[in-house]
């Protein structure tokens, strides 16, 4: 079998940048939770570094100007993976597991004390989980690249955008997490049940 190079991508989704304007929806896919890491703060209970839980996860914008990137693969850390795990950073044990699919409104705090800069992932409305499920559909679900990306890459290259595929639907099957599938993101720079993809 033959090896196919992978497309040069940034590293993560910049939550960060997709967040600066408002709230958005994305997608998730649970690869597997990688080992404990130091924080960049010291818990004043305990005098040691704050627990960071990596998760490494596919994920797919829902909405805003980038809605159909996809990324495979990418390592989340920080606020982000409260919600990825199912449990806050003192809970070793996730709640979620590998292959699990997630719907998230992901968000900036807006409370007195809370860094303006970190994203959490918020549990979406009914009618918002309905839409994330849709238009993941419609992008075309883990199978990417999507018709999205293809267009963004043949705007970028020059060329005609090819006819966009039939979505595929995706398998629930979880992932095999030895070997996450290739990234890939076009041009950009920068669950549970088979019924119910993104289902609690």
């Not at 596919?58 to 199912?86: E, F, H, S, V, W």
């Not at 599938?181 to 920068?190: C, I, P, V």
Request: with cysteine; charged share 25%.
């Amino acid at each position: 079998m033959g090896f196919d190079k992978p497309t040069r991508v940034v590293d993560y989704v910049d939550l960060k940048h997709e967040t600066e304007h408002g709230p958005r929806l994305l997608a998730f896919r649970i690869l597997d939770f990688l080992p404990r890491e130091d924080g960049d703060f010291i818990d004043r209970a305990t005098g040691r570094p704050t627990n960071v839980w990596p998760v490494l996860a596919d994920c797919m914008i829902i909405d805003g100007p980038n809605a159909g990137q996809l990324y495979r693969g990418k390592t989340y850390r920080y606020a982000i993976t409260n919600a990825l795990r199912g449990a806050d950073s003192n809970e070793p044990t996730p709640a979620t597991r590998p292959g699990q699919q997630l719907g998230v409104k992901a968000e900036r705090p807006k409370g007195k004390g809370q860094s303006r800069d970190a994203v959490y992932g918020n549990e979406p409305s009914d009618e918002e989980l309905e839409l994330i499920e849709r238009e993941w559909r419609r992008f075309g679900g883990w199978d990417g690249p999507t018709a999205a990306q293809r267009a963004r890459a043949a705007e970028t290259n020059g060329a005609a955008a090819p006819a966009a595929a039939e979505p595929v639907a995706a398998s629930t099957a979880p992932a095999a997490t030895s070997a996450p599938a290739a990234a890939t993101a076009g041009a950009q720079t920068g669950g549970s049940g088979a019924r119910r993809p993104f289902g609690r």
